[in-house]
C-alpha cells in the first residue's frame, strides 16, 4: 500500500505562480512514477506531469509544457509541481498519483491522493 498527501493548493490570481507538494509512504518501491492529475466538475481526470522514480525522467501535458515543472525531493518520496504563468483554465482539484508509465502518460495509476483545490481567478 502506498500513501499519498498533498499540500499546497490554493486561491491565486492569474499569472502567479504555486507550488503543490506530495509526500509519499510506504511501498513505492511497487510503482514506477509519480505525478498528477487535475480535474473540474462534469469532466475527466486529466494527465498533467509526472517523473520516474529512477533517473529522474519527466512527462508533461502539452496544455501545461513550459508553466509547470515537476521535480523529487531529496528524500525521494516527495515530488513537487510548481506552477508558474497561471491561468483561470488551470483551476481543478489537483491529484497526486503513482503508478506506471505508458507511452508517456502515468498510467494505470495504482494510488491516489485525496486532492487539492487551485483555483486561479481572473
Known amino acids: 500500500q502506498v500513501h499519498l498527501v498533498e499540500s499546497g493548493g490554493g486561491l491565486v490570481q492569474a499569472g502567479d505562480s504555486l507550488r503543490l507538494s506530495c509526500a509519499a509512504s510506504?511501498?513505492?518501491?511497487?510503482?514506477?512514477?509519480m505525478g498528477w492529475f487535475r480535474q473540474v466538475p462534469g469532466k475527466e481526470r486529466e494527465f498533467v506531469a509526472a517523473?520516474?522514480?529512477?533517473?529522474?525522467?519527466?512527462y508533461y501535458a502539452d496544455s501545461v509544457k513550459g508553466r509547470f515543472t515537476i521535480s523529487r525531493g531529496d528524500a525521494k518520496n516527495t515530488v513537487y509541481l510548481q506552477m508558474g504563468s497561471l491561468k483561470p483554465e488551470d483551476t481543478a482539484v489537483y491529484y497526486c498519483?503513482?503508478?506506471?508509465?505508458?507511452?508517456?502518460?502515468?498510467?494505470?495509476?495504482?494510488?491516489w491522493g485525496q486532492g487539492t483545490q487551485v483555483t486561479v481567478s481572473s
Open positions: 510506504g511501498r513505492t518501491f511497487t510503482t514506477v512514477a
Open positions: 517523473i520516474m522514480w529512477y533517473g529522474g525522467r519527466t
Open positions: 498519483a503513482a503508478g506506471q508509465i505508458v507511452m508517456g502518460i502515468l498510467r494505470p495509476v495504482d494510488y
